[in-house]
């Protein structure tokens, strides 16, 4: 069993930003923290005070996470970044709202007092008889503290007050993870009870004044029957104060939802994927696909998204995609009448065929689209064709300056997006052969189902409409106008590039629609493109015609490549690596750039991307953690450490430095789903370096001594290629089928009625009969293996109660 509370998060705009630039405007963006560990940073958007984002994540966490916050910086190219203003949402606040969080919401003030982080190891004790007894507190150590020096770290003590009376600690110097095995006592003063025991934590400064860590409040009454307490408490902030900026900070809007997900053992789901399994099937003797229609017809507008793209997830692992995918096209056709409105709105076959090419051609769209969108990016040419929307500018060299007319630029226009429309059509031409056979087959079903249901002359297009709907509608074209969002670039395009992609966009969807009378009627001043969209509707015809020429045979192992396991590369790219072994030094030289490719077993590393040289490899299976390294370290907070074992048992470090916090998070959440089964995890590490003759973290002198901070595996970004989880998918399925088991009922007794009044069988029978009557069986068995797992689960958090009151 294993809990997991996946946030998804949504950052859709700003609005009324303060100006910080002296251009009157701001260059703002966002950086995620959960527990103030920024995990994701948002585009700049430049020159607007009210930027739009329109980024989402998925975000797995512990269930013991605290807060989401979300910081607005401007971005500064000489200076530091100017803090704007956060919003902070506690778990509670997500948990009291399952459906979700969406709205506008204020900026507040950034206040030092309250960007606290951290924990501190404590013993509290009660000593003595009942005439004259003393409180002791025993200060051990902290982890995690906040960053307040310009150094990068802090220089704590801690300070101990009760009934008036103060102790102080020592200073350790440049260390968030300080350690001081000092110990306090007190006179505990019977009358005074309800006076609290408060250690607080503070970063020495020499010049300026101390800044605030964080504290602790104990209750006295609590602690005398416990007698003693010892353990790792979160520090806390100091009282909010009234913020003199509230209301003029701005606003964010913003969509989360938290779901906490309890997955049972695999054994539990058996019988609920074998019966969705057995929905796609044909041995149900005339059931088949009746859950699935079921499904179908009850799922709402909002969660449909969701739905399809689980329940893709689930078939794909399964081996039954295409099988999946054949049905809901069934169903689809049966609901159609008009050829033009096929698979144009937002139903279950459409959203689960979106999802499939998200993620099984994830690979195949960089390799088409990729080329040509960098080039883009990298020309940075003007284009327009609305003449409402042309820019006229002075052209020529210096004394010959002449001004551009409307017809020079979008002459100059059509030339740019033409070149770039034959260098797409060209790359998608030639991928055929290199279209992953899942995707192949699934469009030949398409292809051979639509043909069959309109086997009319005057319908002989619908069947390559049909394909480029999904093909270049729902994915070529919405990768084009947001590329960061398919992970073809890593930042949002400026206002040029964005506008030139958008009509790149426009002419792919007009070729995808093969009519170019259409396109005239609605946007005339494509017109310029039109040649060049002909002649892309003739290609794109006879490269459908080969994409789905396949046959079943093919692919002699298309059930594996239909369960994504043997997609080989998970993540690869350039890094700087910094390598060192447990008896070694770590030596002042520089990073250096390897070529670094994640795989199903392995992380290898070379010089160069196609190096023939010698490749160096980890077995993923000997990695012990995966974890950030502190700023202080390298002077970058980009870096992370890998640490594995050898054969021979000693620890070896690899430290890899990452170009943005974002690239920082993307490989660490990699790696850390890859190494999901290790067995011989470290619970603890050391978030620094050992040089000299210390840890820079904790000032250790003993190189293997235990680690002065807990590991954070559960920390990791849901990305496209994850690996597959049976499980967790049947446990989101089941959670929606008991959202809209209701509804199922309700429709499973229309149909049985319908069934009888047909003299079909008795009312009995057919539910025997009946795979609807199955599914709510199923439901149950798993709703109360559910409760007696909650059961259990409340009453292992009594006793724990219990005993601490004891």
């Given at each position: ?42 585009a ?9 984002w ?105 300070r ?23 110990s ?29 860590l ?174 409402n ?37 060209h ?7 290199h ?73 792919v ?23 060049a ?25 298309l ?39 994640l ?10 991307q ?29 870096v ?133 009557t ?28 219990l005993?601490?009151?004891?």
């Amino acid at each position: 069993m294993a809990k997991r509370s996946t946030l998804f998060i949504r950052i859709v705009e700003g609005k009324n930003l303060p100006v910080k630039d002296i251009t009157g405007s701001s260059d703002p963006y966002c950086v995620v923290r959960i527990d103030n560990e920024a995990i994701i940073r948002t585009a700049t958007i430049w020159k607007t005070l009210s930027p739009f984002w329109g980024e989402e994540y998925n975000v797995h966490l512990p269930p013991s996470f605290h807060t989401v916050s979300f910081h607005v910086l401007d971005e500064d190219s000489l200076s530091r970044d100017d803090v704007i203003g956060k919003v902070s949402i506690t778990k509670e606040a997500l948990a009291a709202k399952p459906q979700g969080l969406d709205g506008w919401v204020s900026l507040t003030e950034i206040d030092p007092d309250e960007e606290v982080q951290g924990e501190i190891h404590l013993q509290i004790a009660v000593l003595g008889d009942q005439g004259a007894r003393k409180l002791r507190c025993q200060v051990f150590e902290a982890r995690d503290l906040a960053r307040k020096d310009r150094n990068g770290a802090s220089d704590p003590f801690v300070r101990v007050r009760y009934n008036g009376k103060t102790h102080e600690s020592t200073v350790v110097k440049k260390s968030c993870y300080p350690r001081w095995n000092e110990s306090f006592e007190f006179d505990l003063d019977e009358a005074s009870a309800d006076t609290p025991l408060s250690v607080e934590v503070w970063d020495w400064d020499l010049v300026s004044k101390n800044d605030f860590l964080g504290k602790v409040l104990f209750n006295i009454n609590r602690l005398q029957s416990a007698e003693q307490v010892e353990g790792w408490f979160r520090l806390s902030p100091d009282k909010p104060k009234h913020s003199q900026y509230e209301g003029t900070l701005g606003s964010l809007r913003l969509q989360l939802r938290l779901r906490d997900e309890t997955v049972l053992p695999s054994s539990h789901y058996q019988p609920l994927t074998e019966l969705m399994c057995q929905s796609v099937g044909t041995n149900l003797n005339g059931n088949r696909s009746d859950l699935i229609m079921l499904i179908d017809e009850t799922t709402t507008a909002e969660g449909r998204q969701e739905v399809a793209t689980n329940l893709v997830k689930l078939f794909l692992g399964q081996g039954l995609a295409l099988e999946f995918l054949d049905v809901l096209f069934t169903l689809e056709l049966e609901k159609t009448s008009e050829p033009n409105t096929l698979f144009r709105s937002n139903s279950l076959a459409s959203k689960s065929m979106e999802s499939f090419l998200k993620v099984a051609g994830m690979q195949y769209l960089h390799r088409v689209l990729g080329p040509t969108v960098n080039r883009v990016f990298e020309e940075k040419k003007y284009v327009e064709l609305d003449p409402n929307k042309v820019e006229l500018k002075e052209a020529g060299c210096t004394g010959l300056h002449r001004l551009q007319t409307e017809a020079d630029v979008i002459q100059q226009s059509t030339t740019h997006l033409q070149s770039y429309l034959t260098e797409l059509l060209h790359a998608i031409m030639l991928s055929a052969s290199h279209c992953p056979p899942a995707l192949r087959h699934a469009f030949r079903q398409l292809y051979q189902r639509v043909q069959a249901h309109f086997p009319e002359k005057e319908y002989r297009k619908v069947k390559f409409i049909a394909v480029t709907s999904f093909l270049c509608l729902r994915f070529f074209s919405p990768a084009i106008m947001s590329p960061k969002l398919f992970h073809l670039r890593e930042k949002h395009p400026d206002a040029r590039t964005s506008r030139t992609l958008l009509l790149l966009a426009k002419a792919v969807q007009n070729i995808g629609n093969l009519d170019t009378l259409a396109c005239r009627s609605k946007e005339p001043w494509m017109v310029p493109l039109q040649p060049a969209i002909q002649q892309g509707i003739s290609q794109l015809k006879d490269f459908i015609t080969q994409l789905v020429s396949c046959e079943e045979g093919d692919d002699p192992d298309l059930q594996h490549s239909l369960s994504l396991q043997s997609s080989v590369i998970l993540k690869e790219g350039f890094l700087f690596l910094h390598k060192t072994k447990d008896k070694s030094m770590l030596i002042a030289s520089p990073f250096k750039k390897y070529y670094v490719s994640l795989a199903r077993d392995t992380l290898s590393y070379t010089r160069t991307q196609n190096s023939k040289q010698k490749i160096s490899f980890i077995t993923l299976q000997k990695i012990r953690a995966v974890e950030k390294v502190e700023e202080k370290s390298f002077g970058s907070s980009n870096v992370m450490q890998i640490i594995s074992s050898e054969d021979n048992g000693q620890l070896e470090t690899l430290y890899l430095m990452c170009k943005s916090v974002n690239e920082l998070n993307q490989w660490l959440s990699a790696l850390r789903k890859a190494c999901i089964h290790n067995t011989e995890t470290m619970s603890s590490y050391h978030p620094g370096i050992y040089k000299g003759d210390k840890w820079s973290c904790c000032h250790q002198k003993d190189k293997t001594a235990v680690g002065c901070d807990k590991t954070r595996h559960g920390v990791t970004l849901q990305e496209w290629n994850d690996p597959l989880d049976p499980d967790l998918e049947s446990q989101l399925i089941f959670r929606h089928l008991m959202s809209v088991q209701q509804a199922m009922r309700e429709k499973h007794q229309e149909r049985i009625q319908q069934e009888k009044s047909n003299d079909q069988g008795s009312t009995s029978e057919l539910e025997k009969q009946d795979v609807a009557t199955r599914l709510f069986k199923v439901l149950q068995d798993l709703q109360e293996a559910h409760a007696a797992v909650e059961r259990a689960e409340q009453s292992k958090n009594k006793n724990f109660l219990l005993e601490l009151q004891t």
